[in-house]
């Protein structure tokens, strides 16, 4: 049964660009942005599978996300990570909807203040942007820094959640 362990992509179309949502059996697995390299998440090269019941789930959801009708996401996920990046996205999922957190508060809240760096890598290895909501994350100073997305994206998401004011360094 090698085919179950098979990934499956649907390409959707976003106001933030062509976004590639990818899904295993048991969840969702990634969401690559437009002209990203998807082999930064490490993933095997997936399959188009443009009616997989997870994919048509969780594009239903980003679109009511984009649509200002949904402010979480009930799609299974899948995550494919080390203990500490899993434990650094499921975080991620408990910072609520229009809401920013700094790295270091992001640190603070799983135990050690003094991973504010790992937290990082953590971050720009998440491979569920949006649904997994590593755009709540800002620098100590309030300001965009580091977005797989690129910040311009990273703002676009931020405004569409609390009409987040264009950071300075645009």
Avoid at 107 to 114: E, F, W
Avoid at 141 to 159: C, H, Q, T
Wanted: proline letters at 5%; hydrophobic letters at 40%.
């Amino acid at each position: 049964m090698e085919n179950r362990k098979q990934l499956i992509y649907k390409d959707v179309a976003s106001p933030v660009g062509l976004i590639r949502v990818i899904t295993s059996d048991q969840g969702l697995v990634a969401i690559i942005w437009e002209g990203e390299n998807y082999k930064r998440t490490q993933l095997s090269e997936p399959a188009r599978d443009n009616e997989h019941p997870i994919l048509l789930q969780a594009e239903q959801q980003l679109n009511e996300y984009f649509e200002h009708r949904r402010t979480t996401f009930d799609v299974p996920l899948d995550f494919k990570g080390t203990e500490f990046q899993v434990k650094v996205w499921k975080a991620l999922l408990k910072i609520p909807y229009g809401v920013t957190k700094t790295y270091g508060e992001l640190a603070k809240i799983l135990g050690d203040i003094k991973a504010v760096r790992a937290v990082g890598g953590a971050l720009n290895k998440n491979p569920i942007s949006i649904i997994v909501p590593c755009h709540r994350v800002v620098g100590a100073s309030g300001k965009l820094v580091g977005f797989a997305g690129g910040l311009e994206n990273k703002w676009i998401l931020l405004d569409l959640e609390q009409g987040f004011t264009m950071p300075s360094l645009f």
